[in-house]
C-alpha cells in the first residue's frame, strides 16, 4: 500500500470476455470502482450484469481481458502465478455461496487451513482456529465434519476460514443464498461484527435484500457496467 | 497444507471417500502381486529344482573339468582332484561339497544283451541326498558301499533291456585314457527307478576306485570335481573364485557354462515370465490411474476451491501423489493378505501334478524326480515386485496429480 488513503480494492476499466463456443459473452464491459478499507460494501445486480466475474476479479481468480485490477496497491496483472496464489492465501478470504468445505477435514480444520498453508505456528493456528469459531457460534462443534452441520453452521465455518489468515479483504459470493431468514440474519451478524472489530473489508455479490440492507455501500451492475455507486451514511 | 504430514492425512481421507472404489483398486493391486508371486516364485522353484537336479546328476553347481572336457567329453580329458585340492575348495564359504567323479560312455553286456548307457562314478561314501539325485531311487537291491566297491547301479529299464537281475553279471566296455579299450565284470547291486527314461534307460552308476582302475586313472585322477554350492545364483562368483586356486589345463565352470541348453531354457522361461508380469502389471497400473483420475475429476470443483485458498499447484500434484502413495503402500498390504496364504500352502504343500505326468519327465535334458511343484520365491524377486507396484502406482498417480494442479479456480467454481 502506498499510502493510508489509497483503496484496498481498484478496477480500472476492466472488461472481460469469455467464449462459450462460438459465442462471445462479455461479462464486464469496462468496469471501474474503488473501494477504501474497511468498508462493509455489495455488489449487486440482476443475473448476468457481472457480480461473480468482477468478484472472481479482485479475488485474483481470473483475468481481465483488458482493464486493471489493484488489491492494496498491487497490480495482479503483474503477478506471476505464485504470487498470486499467495496474494490468494495470505491478503483474500473467500466465502462462497455453497459453503465449499473440504468434505473430509473438520471444522476446526476447514478454518485452520489457510493458516498452515500460511506456515503459521500449531499453537498459533489453534488459538485462532478456536477463538473464531466461537465467535461464529460454533463452540463444541469443532471435531464435526461439514456433513454432520447445518448449511447455516458450514456457512460460518467457511466464515471463519475466510477470516482466519487476517486477510485485507473477504469476498462474500451469495453467502446467504441457501439459509434461511434467521440463519442468514445471524451470518450478517457475525461477519459486520467481524468487519467492525478485525477491521477486514468485506465484499459482497448478491441480490439478497436483507445483505443489502446491511451493506453501507452498494454498487448496482448492469451489463457489465457500473450503474451507480449508492452510499449510506 | 504446507507441511507433508497434514497432505498425507488428507490424501489418506480422500481415498476412503469412495470406499468400494479403493477397494477394488485395492483388490487388483492384491490379485495382480498374487499372479505376480506365484508366477515369480513357481518359476524361482521349479528353475533351482531343475539346476539343482541337473547338478546331482553330473558336475554339481559348479564343475572343475579339463579344459577341453566341455568341447569332447571324453575319458582322457582329466584333472587333479586329490583331497588336497577339494579340501580347499570346501573352504570357501558358498561351498557344501567338492567331490571327485569321473562319467563318461560305456558299453554294457550281458548274456542276453547288449547296451550303450552313460555312466557316473562316485564315492558313495561321501555322497548324499544333497549330491546325488538316485539314492533315494533304489527300487532293488542297494547303493554302492565305499570307493572301491566293485559292483555296478543300473536303471530300471536299462536292466530290464539287459535282461539282467540284482547280483548278475554285467561286463561294462569303456575307452581308457590312452585310447585302448578296456573291459571289467562287475555285479549288479541295485536297480534305481527315477521314472525319468533317460535315466532308467541308461544311467550306470560306479565306484570311483573301481573306475579309475578299470580307466588306469591315478588314484587322484577324475573328469570332473563336482561342486555343490548353498545357491546356485552364487555359482559364476564361485567358479570365478576356486579358478584362482587351479592350474592348467583345469578350469571351473558354472552349472550355466556346463549345461548352456538349460541355462538357455531357464533364461527363455523367466524372460516370458517377466514379460506376463509386466502386463498385469500395466493392466493394475491402468485401473489405479482409472481410480485416481476419476477420483481427480469428480474434484475439480475441490481443487478450484482449494487453489482459491492458496494451495500452490505443487501441493495439489503433492496432494494426489499422496493419495497414489497410500493406494501403493495400502495396496501391498492387502496384498500380502491376499498372498500370504496360498503362498504358504503352495510353499509348504506343492502341486503334485505326478498324474499330469505319469511317473517321470524331462524338461530341457534334466529329469525332475519329484513330480511336486513347489511356490519358493526368491526375497530379491519380492522386493522387484513390491518395487514395481510402487513404481506402476505412483506413475498411474501423475497424469492425474498434474491435472489437479491446473484446475483453472475460477472455472471449478462455476461448477455447481
Do not use: C
Not at chain 1, 482456529?129 to 469443532?142: D, I, Q
Not at chain 1, 457496467?225 to 451514511?233: A, G, S, T, V, Y
Not at chain 2, 505376480?36 to 553347481?61: E, F, N, R, W
Request: net charge negative.
Amino acid at each position: 500500500m502506498s499510502n493510508d488513503n489509497a483503496p484496498i480494492v481498484k478496477l480500472e476499466e476492466v472488461t472481460k470476455v469469455y467464449r462459450q463456443g462460438e459465442t462471445e459473452v462479455r461479462a464486464l464491459r469496462g468496469l471501474s470502482f474503488e473501494v477504501q478499507a474497511g468498508e462493509f460494501l455489495a455488489l449487486t445486480g440482476p443475473s448476468g450484469s457481472g457480480k461473480t466475474t468482477a468478484l472472481n476479479m479482485i479475488g485474483a481468480l481470473d483475468t481481465p481481458s483488458s482493464g486493471k485490477v489493484w488489491v492494496e496497491g498491487r497490480d495482479l496483472s503483474g503477478l506471476s502465478r505464485k504470487q498470486l496464489s499467495e496474494m490468494r492465501r495470505d491478503r483474500i478470504g473467500f466465502v462462497f455461496q455453497a459453503y465449499n468445505l473440504i468434505p473430509v477435514l473438520t471444522a476446526y480444520e476447514n478454518a485452520e487451513m489457510v493458516m498452515r498453508l500460511q506456515g503459521k505456528a500449531e499453537e498459533e493456528r489453534r488459538r485462532l482456529a478456536m477463538e473464531l469459531l466461537a465467535e461464529v457460534g460454533l463452540e463444541g462443534l469443532e471435531h464435526r465434519r461439514p456433513d454432520q452441520l447445518s448449511g447455516g453452521q458450514q456457512q460460518r465455518v467457511a466464515i471463519a476460514r475466510a477470516i482466519a489468515s487476517r486477510p485485507a479483504v473477504a469476498l462474500a459470493d451469495e453467502p446467504t443464498a441457501n439459509l434461511d431468514s434467521a440463519t442468514a440474519e445471524m451470518l450478517l451478524d457475525t461477519m459486520e461484527k467481524l468487519n467492525r472489530e478485525t477491521g477486514v473489508t468485506f465484499i459482497f455479490s448478491t441480490h439478497d435484500p436483507r445483505v443489502m440492507n446491511r451493506a453501507r455501500r452498494i454498487l448496482h451492475l448492469v451489463d457489465g457496467k457500473l450503474d451507480r455507486d449508492e452510499r449510506k451514511d | 497444507m504446507a507441511n507433508r504430514s497434514k497432505l498425507a492425512t488428507l490424501a489418506w481421507r480422500n481415498i476412503w471417500r469412495n470406499r468400494r472404489r479403493t477397494a477394488i483398486t485395492l483388490f487388483g493391486i492384491a490379485f495382480g502381486v498374487l499372479f505376480a508371486v506365484l508366477v515369480t516364485g513357481l518359476g524361482d522353484a521349479s528353475y533351482g529344482q531343475m539346476i539343482d537336479y541337473a547338478a546331482k546328476m553330473g558336475g554339481g553347481h559348479v564343475s572343475v573339468q579339463h579344459e577341453d572336457y566341455r568341447e569332447t567329453p571324453s575319458l582322457d580329458q582329466t584333472v587333479r582332484a586329490d583331497d588336497a585340492l577339494t579340501a580347499s575348495i570346501e573352504t570357501d564359504p558358498e561351498v557344501l561339497h567338492a567331490l571327485p567323479r569321473v562319467s563318461g560312455a560305456t558299453m554294457l553286456a550281458t548274456a542276453a544283451n547288449s547296451y550303450g548307457a552313460f555312466f557316473m562314478a562316485i564315492d558313495p561314501s561321501r555322497e548324499d541326498e544333497s549330491t546325488t539325485a538316485f539314492l533315494g531311487a533304489i527300487s532293488e537291491g542297494r547303493m554302492l558301499e565305499g570307493p572301491d566297491d566293485k559292483g555296478i547301479v543300473l536303471g530300471a529299464t536299462l536292466a530290464e533291456n539287459l535282461d539282467v537281475e540284482l547280483d548278475k553279471k554285467v561286463v561294462l566296455t569303456m575307452t581308457d585314457k590312452s585310447g585302448e579299450i578296456v573291459s571289467g565284470l562287475t555285479r549288479v547291486r541295485g536297480i534305481v527307478k527315477t521314472g525319468a527314461p533317460s535315466l532308467d534307460g541308461g544311467l550306470a552308476l560306479l565306484s570311483i576306485g573301481h573306475a579309475r582302475e578299470l580307466l588306469g586313472y591315478a588314484p587322484d585322477e577324475s573328469t570332473q570335481i563336482a561342486i555343490f554350492v548353498r545357491d546356485h545364483r552364487d555359482s559364476a562368483q564361485v567358479a570365478a573364485r576356486i579358478r584362482g586356486q587351479l592350474q592348467a589345463p583345469s578350469v571351473a565352470l558354472s552349472w550355466e557354462e556346463s549345461s548352456p541348453e538349460l541355462a538357455g531354457f531357464i533364461a527363455m522361461k523367466m524372460g516370458s515370465n517377466w514379460i506376463m508380469q509386466v502386463f498385469i502389471m500395466v493392466l493394475m497400473a491402468a485401473g489405479i490411474f482409472n481410480t485416481l483420475f476419476v477420483s481427480v475429476m469428480e474434484r475439480l470443483r475441490e481443487f478450484g476451491i482449494m487453489a482459491a485458498l492458496g494451495f500452490s499447484r505443487l501441493q495439489l500434484f503433492a496432494l494426489v501423489m499422496w493419495e497414489s502413495v497410500w493406494i501403493a503402500i495400502f495396496g501391498l498390504v492387502a496384498a500380502a493378505a491376499f498372498t500370504g496364504p496360498l503362498y504358504y500352502y503352495l510353499n509348504t504343500k506343492g502341486i503334485d501334478y505326478s498324474a499330469m505326468v505319469g511317473e517321470g519327465a524331462e524338461v530341457a535334458g534334466v529329469a525332475l524326480l519329484e513330480p511336486v511343484l513347489y511356490v519358493d520365491i526368491y526375497f530379491v524377486h519380492v522386493l522387484a515386485i513390491a518395487g514395481i507396484v510402487v513404481v506402476a502406482t505412483l506413475a498411474a498417480g501423475l497424469y492425474p496429480a498434474w491435472r489437479a494442479g491446473r484446475v483453472p479456480p475460477a472455472d471449478a467454481i462455476r461448477l455447481v
